[in-house]
Protein backbone atom coordinates (compact mmCIF):
# COMPACT_ATOMS: atom_id res chain seq x y z
CA UNK A 1 0.00 0.00 0.00
CA UNK A 2 1.10 3.71 -1.06
CA UNK A 3 2.47 5.17 2.36
CA UNK A 4 1.88 8.60 0.65
CA UNK A 5 -0.45 9.50 -2.14
CA UNK A 6 -0.44 12.93 -3.79
CA UNK A 7 -3.06 12.61 -6.54
CA UNK A 8 -2.36 15.61 -8.49
CA UNK A 9 -0.15 14.78 -10.58
CA UNK A 10 0.25 18.27 -12.50
CA UNK A 11 -1.36 21.77 -11.26
CA UNK A 12 -1.29 25.38 -12.82
CA UNK A 13 -1.96 28.64 -10.77
CA UNK A 14 -1.41 32.33 -12.04
CA UNK A 15 0.69 34.23 -10.30
CA UNK A 16 0.49 35.98 -7.51
CA UNK A 17 -2.54 33.51 -6.76
CA UNK A 18 -2.88 30.63 -3.54
CA UNK A 19 -2.76 27.15 -4.36
CA UNK A 20 -3.15 23.70 -2.38
CA UNK A 21 -1.10 20.82 -2.89
CA UNK A 22 -2.71 17.41 -1.61
CA UNK A 23 -1.02 15.29 0.47
CA UNK A 24 -2.59 12.18 2.21
CA UNK A 25 -0.80 9.89 4.45
CA UNK A 26 -1.21 5.96 5.57
CA UNK A 27 0.61 4.94 9.27
CA UNK A 28 -0.20 2.79 12.18
CA UNK A 29 2.81 4.89 13.96
CA UNK A 30 1.81 7.61 16.85
CA UNK A 31 4.65 9.20 16.55
CA UNK A 32 5.32 10.90 12.43
CA UNK A 33 6.43 13.61 10.76
CA UNK A 34 5.80 15.44 7.53
CA UNK A 35 7.56 17.23 5.47
CA UNK A 36 7.43 18.88 1.78
CA UNK A 37 10.39 19.48 -0.54
CA UNK A 38 10.08 21.26 -3.66
CA UNK A 39 12.38 20.34 -7.00
CA UNK A 40 13.12 22.33 -9.17
CA UNK A 41 14.49 21.20 -12.82
CA UNK A 42 18.19 21.66 -11.91
CA UNK A 43 17.18 18.32 -9.75
CA UNK A 44 18.25 19.78 -6.19
CA UNK A 45 15.91 18.64 -3.58
CA UNK A 46 15.19 21.73 -0.83
CA UNK A 47 13.16 21.11 2.18
CA UNK A 48 10.35 23.83 2.72
CA UNK A 49 8.62 22.88 5.42
CA UNK A 50 8.16 20.26 8.77
CA UNK A 51 4.82 19.05 10.75
CA UNK A 52 5.64 16.67 13.53
CA UNK A 53 2.20 14.66 14.19
CA UNK A 54 1.82 15.93 18.07
CA UNK A 55 2.34 19.84 16.91
CA UNK A 56 -0.72 21.50 17.69
CA UNK A 57 -0.40 24.07 15.06
CA UNK A 58 -0.55 23.90 11.37
CA UNK A 59 3.22 24.87 10.38
CA UNK A 60 4.31 27.98 8.52
CA UNK A 61 7.30 28.96 6.72
CA UNK A 62 7.41 31.82 4.94
CA UNK A 63 4.59 31.73 1.80
CA UNK A 64 4.66 27.96 2.68
CA UNK A 65 2.32 26.87 5.48
CA UNK A 66 0.92 23.47 5.98
CA UNK A 67 -2.45 22.27 6.12
CA UNK A 68 -2.65 19.86 8.80
CA UNK A 69 -5.69 17.29 9.30
CA UNK A 70 -4.62 14.14 11.19
CA UNK A 71 -7.82 12.91 11.54
CA UNK A 72 -7.65 12.66 7.60
CA UNK A 73 -4.42 12.03 7.64
CA UNK A 74 -3.70 14.65 5.44
CA UNK A 75 -0.68 17.62 5.17
CA UNK A 76 -1.66 19.55 2.23
CA UNK A 77 1.44 22.19 1.16
CA UNK A 78 -0.53 25.60 0.37
CA UNK A 79 1.79 28.17 -1.33
CA UNK A 80 0.43 31.69 -1.01
CA UNK A 81 1.35 34.77 -3.54
CA UNK A 82 2.76 32.18 -6.19
CA UNK A 83 5.71 33.27 -8.07
CA UNK A 84 7.02 32.27 -11.34
CA UNK A 85 10.22 30.31 -9.41
CA UNK A 86 7.80 28.48 -7.31
CA UNK A 87 7.58 25.81 -11.18
CA UNK A 88 8.81 22.83 -9.72
CA UNK A 89 7.97 19.27 -8.43
CA UNK A 90 6.74 19.07 -4.63
CA UNK A 91 7.05 16.54 -2.99
CA UNK A 92 5.47 15.45 0.25
CA UNK A 93 7.27 13.02 2.78
CA UNK A 94 6.69 11.21 5.43
CA UNK A 95 8.67 9.99 9.01
CA UNK A 96 7.84 7.09 10.71
CA UNK A 97 9.21 6.76 14.58
CA UNK A 98 12.71 7.73 14.26
CA UNK A 99 12.28 7.94 10.56
CA UNK A 100 15.85 7.12 8.52
CA UNK A 101 16.32 4.38 5.77
CA UNK A 102 12.99 2.19 4.76
CA UNK A 103 10.48 4.47 7.47
CA UNK A 104 11.34 7.90 5.37
CA UNK A 105 9.47 7.83 2.23
CA UNK A 106 8.54 9.96 -0.36
CA UNK A 107 5.24 10.49 -2.51
CA UNK A 108 5.25 10.77 -6.41
CA UNK A 109 4.91 14.27 -6.01
CA UNK A 110 3.22 17.13 -8.28
CA UNK A 111 4.37 19.21 -10.76
CA UNK A 112 3.55 22.87 -10.47
CA UNK A 113 3.52 25.46 -13.20
CA UNK A 114 3.15 29.16 -12.41
CA UNK A 115 1.40 31.52 -15.26
CA UNK A 116 2.53 34.71 -15.83
CA UNK B 1 29.73 26.41 -0.53
CA UNK B 2 29.00 24.02 2.42
CA UNK B 3 25.82 22.44 0.80
CA UNK B 4 26.07 17.91 -0.40
CA UNK B 5 28.25 17.73 -3.10
CA UNK B 6 28.19 14.68 -5.32
CA UNK B 7 30.44 13.31 -8.37
CA UNK B 8 29.93 12.88 -11.27
CA UNK B 9 27.19 15.17 -12.14
CA UNK B 10 26.42 12.84 -15.49
CA UNK B 11 27.77 9.32 -16.22
CA UNK B 12 27.04 7.79 -19.38
CA UNK B 13 27.73 3.15 -19.52
CA UNK B 14 27.76 0.31 -21.30
CA UNK B 15 25.53 -2.28 -19.87
CA UNK B 16 27.80 -4.47 -17.94
CA UNK B 17 30.40 -2.04 -16.53
CA UNK B 18 31.17 -0.72 -12.92
CA UNK B 19 29.87 2.81 -11.99
CA UNK B 20 31.19 4.77 -8.73
CA UNK B 21 29.77 7.37 -7.65
CA UNK B 22 30.66 10.12 -4.35
CA UNK B 23 29.11 11.73 -2.03
CA UNK B 24 30.92 14.70 0.09
CA UNK B 25 27.81 15.87 2.96
CA UNK B 26 27.84 19.27 4.95
CA UNK B 27 30.53 18.42 7.28
CA UNK B 28 28.95 18.45 10.45
CA UNK B 29 26.30 16.18 9.53
CA UNK B 30 26.66 12.03 11.02
CA UNK B 31 23.90 10.81 8.83
CA UNK B 32 24.18 10.23 4.95
CA UNK B 33 21.71 8.68 2.73
CA UNK B 34 21.19 7.29 -0.47
CA UNK B 35 18.18 7.45 -3.16
CA UNK B 36 17.51 6.83 -6.23
CA UNK B 37 14.69 8.62 -8.52
CA UNK B 38 13.56 7.35 -11.58
CA UNK B 39 11.69 10.04 -13.79
CA UNK B 40 8.28 10.80 -12.55
CA UNK B 41 8.66 9.11 -9.53
CA UNK B 42 9.75 10.13 -5.98
CA UNK B 43 13.07 9.59 -3.93
CA UNK B 44 13.10 6.03 -3.36
CA UNK B 45 15.95 5.11 -0.23
CA UNK B 46 18.59 2.86 -0.87
CA UNK B 47 20.74 2.74 1.85
CA UNK B 48 21.57 4.64 5.13
CA UNK B 49 25.25 5.43 6.89
CA UNK B 50 25.68 7.04 10.89
CA UNK B 51 29.01 7.76 10.83
CA UNK B 52 31.08 4.95 9.07
CA UNK B 53 28.32 2.87 9.88
CA UNK B 54 25.85 1.46 7.32
CA UNK B 55 22.89 0.39 9.03
CA UNK B 56 19.85 -0.08 7.06
CA UNK B 57 19.69 -0.83 3.30
CA UNK B 58 16.38 -1.09 1.39
CA UNK B 59 15.22 -4.41 1.12
CA UNK B 60 14.91 -3.91 -2.93
CA UNK B 61 18.18 -3.27 -3.15
CA UNK B 62 20.33 -5.61 -5.20
CA UNK B 63 23.41 -7.34 -4.30
CA UNK B 64 25.16 -5.53 -7.18
CA UNK B 65 25.16 -2.09 -4.62
CA UNK B 66 27.40 -1.12 -2.61
CA UNK B 67 27.88 1.31 -0.49
CA UNK B 68 31.03 2.58 1.83
CA UNK B 69 31.21 5.79 4.23
CA UNK B 70 34.93 4.08 5.17
CA UNK B 71 35.65 7.50 7.49
CA UNK B 72 32.82 8.80 8.15
CA UNK B 73 32.81 11.81 6.07
CA UNK B 74 32.42 11.36 2.64
CA UNK B 75 30.49 8.37 0.74
CA UNK B 76 30.71 6.29 -2.16
CA UNK B 77 28.38 4.10 -4.35
CA UNK B 78 29.32 1.55 -6.52
CA UNK B 79 27.25 -0.44 -9.09
CA UNK B 80 28.50 -3.60 -10.25
CA UNK B 81 27.61 -5.24 -13.92
CA UNK B 82 25.09 -2.09 -14.79
CA UNK B 83 21.83 -2.93 -16.23
CA UNK B 84 19.45 -0.41 -18.20
CA UNK B 85 17.21 -0.61 -15.44
CA UNK B 86 19.94 1.08 -13.43
CA UNK B 87 19.48 4.54 -15.39
CA UNK B 88 17.87 6.89 -12.89
CA UNK B 89 18.71 9.80 -11.05
CA UNK B 90 21.14 8.85 -7.84
CA UNK B 91 20.55 11.36 -5.07
CA UNK B 92 22.55 11.88 -1.68
CA UNK B 93 21.44 13.40 1.31
CA UNK B 94 22.86 14.26 4.78
CA UNK B 95 21.30 15.22 8.28
CA UNK B 96 22.64 16.09 11.35
CA UNK B 97 19.84 13.76 13.14
CA UNK B 98 19.28 16.11 15.85
CA UNK B 99 15.77 17.54 16.68
CA UNK B 100 12.62 15.91 15.55
CA UNK B 101 12.60 17.53 12.15
CA UNK B 102 15.39 15.44 10.93
CA UNK B 103 15.76 17.81 7.88
CA UNK B 104 17.53 15.98 5.29
CA UNK B 105 19.91 18.34 2.82
CA UNK B 106 20.13 17.10 -0.80
CA UNK B 107 22.94 17.24 -3.14
CA UNK B 108 22.58 18.04 -7.19
CA UNK B 109 22.44 14.36 -7.84
CA UNK B 110 24.36 12.10 -10.65
CA UNK B 111 22.36 11.40 -13.52
CA UNK B 112 23.30 7.72 -14.74
CA UNK B 113 22.83 6.51 -18.04
CA UNK B 114 23.17 3.05 -19.19
CA UNK B 115 23.12 2.15 -22.87
Known amino acids: AQKITQTQPGMFVQEKEAVTLDCTYD???????LFWYKQPSSGEMIFLIY??????QNATEGRYSLNFQKARKSANLVISASQLGDSAMYFC?????????????FGPGTRLSVLP | DTGVSQNPRHKITKRGQNVTFRCDPI?????LYWYRQTLGQGPEFLTY????????KSRLLSDRFSAERPKGSFSTLEIQRTEQGDSAMYLC?????????????FGPGTRLTVT
Open chain 2, 27 to 31: SEHNR
Open chain 1, 93 to 105: AMREGEGYGQNFV
Open chain 1, 51 to 56: QGSYDQ
Open chain 2, 93 to 105: ASSLGLGPAYEQY
Open chain 1, 27 to 33: TSDPSYG
Open chain 2, 49 to 56: FQNEAQLE
